[in-house]
């Protein structure tokens, strides 16, 4: 199974910016971000198909920027214009037989121990 470690996370003041990595021990079909903010479900963020066409949630359009580093195994996630609402712990997740999209929990079956994002007001 392939192990992922991210990085990057932090506190930071709204309208501020934070970059997040994540490397993985081996290859990745597909990979993506997730958040799990207080009291609430884990949700997608953003994610990168195998023909590396990229998928965001609405609520990060034009903000967040995913990109893959395939020579690397390293997976980035560039937010800018932080707002308070994207305080969430962060998850990277990869996996092996892409199907179900890459915004969706099921897709993967490799999730990284996460890492906390705040953004204070």
């Known amino acids: 199974r392939v192990q992922l470690v991210e990085s990057g996370g932090g506190s930071v003041q709204a309208g501020g910016s934070l970059k997040l990595s994540c490397v993985a021990s081996?290859?990745?079909?597909?990979m993506g971000w997730f958040r799990q903010g207080p009291g609430k479900e884990r949700e997608g963020v953003a994610g990168?198909?195998?023909?590396?066409?990229?998928d965001y949630a609405e609520s990060v359009k034009g903000r967040f920027t995913i990109s893959k580093d395939n020579a690397m195994n390293t997976l980035n996630l560039q937010m800018n214009s932080l707002k308070a609402e994207d305080t969430a712990v962060y998850y990277c997740?990869?996996?092996?037989?892409?199907?179900?999209?890459?915004?969706?929990?099921?897709?993967?079956?490799?999730w990284g121990q996460g890492i906390q994002v705040t953004v204070s007001s």
């Open positions: 990168i198909r195998p023909d590396g066409a990229k």
């Open positions: 081996g290859d990745t079909a597909i």
């Open positions: 997740a990869a996996g092996s037989r892409p199907w179900y999209g890459p915004l969706l929990r099921q897709e993967y079956t490799c």
